[in-house]
């Protein structure tokens, strides 16, 4: 079993809908959490950046994470065709950052 | 620009030669990572430093990898004697130390490398 698991999709919605992506993750010792979203070919672009449980919002992004289910969750309202990206999900104990496969999103307009 | 600048972005070599890449980090950022992302896959850890000083290195860095901070600024990744599996894309990250932002990186765009 990996570190962190996360389905790589593809995921393919309409322009407007709401957007869940999640991770699981099996070491209870991660406290930082994040997300990052990569455009093809490019670095990954930090979105979101929570630490311990509990929801952050930032616009259309939501975060959310629950210790006690080892379960963390992305969620984009109103998605654009600018959000069709790979969405990263990353974990840290304190330095090095273990990253999930990553999901590939297509908004479609 | 004032993000993390590497170079180059692309290279592509014969196996068996050197190559050498740099990562400038974001001014002030005393913290620096290197990657290795595959096709499909979300980045792995290779080593990090603070300041010029390696504190961590991950086993997937080999004898023929060797990484460099003089100063503590810019740093240099070198894979030596290369080989078809080292192909990938190579991501440098910074990061202040922030208490309240544990963890927290700021990749650069990477060098795609391609080994043949």
């Known amino acids: 079993q990996k570190e962190v698991e996360q389905d790589p999709g593809p995921l393919s919605v309409p322009e407007g809908a709401i957007v869940s992506l999640n991770c699981t993750y099996s070491?209870?010792?991660?406290?930082?959490f994040m997300w990052y979203r990569q455009y093809s070919r490019k670095g990954p672009e930090l979105l979101m950046y929570t630490y311990s449980s509990g929801n952050k919002e930032d616009g259309r992004f939501t975060a959310q994470v629950d210790k006690s289910s080892k379960y963390i969750s992305l969620f984009i309202r109103d998605s654009q065709p600018s959000d069709s990206a790979t969405y990263l999900c990353?974990?840290?104990?304190?330095?090095?950052?273990?990253f999930g496969k990553g999901t590939t999103l297509s908004v479609s307009s | 620009d004032t993000g993390v600048s590497q170079n180059p972005r692309h290279k592509i070599t014969k196996r068996g030669q050197n190559v050498t890449f740099r990562c400038d980090p974001i001014?002030?950022?005393?913290?620096l990572y290197w990657y290795r992302q595959t096709l499909g896959q979300g980045p792995e850890f290779l080593t990090y430093f603070q300041n010029e000083a390696q504190l961590e290195k991950s086993r997937l860095l080999s004898d023929r990898f060797s990484a460099e901070r003089p100063k503590g600024s810019f740093s240099t990744l070198e894979i030596q004697r290369t080989e078809q599996g080292d192909s990938a894309m190579y991501l440098c990250?910074?990061?202040?130390?922030?208490?309240?932002?544990?963890?927290?990186?700021?990749f650069g765009q990477g060098t795609r490398l391609t080994v043949v």
């Open positions: 001014s002030e950022h005393n913290r």
């Open positions: 070491n209870s010792a991660f406290q930082y």
């Open positions: 990250a910074s990061s202040p130390y922030k208490t309240d932002r544990v963890g927290e990186a700021f």
């Open positions: 990353a974990m840290s104990v304190g330095t090095a950052l273990i």
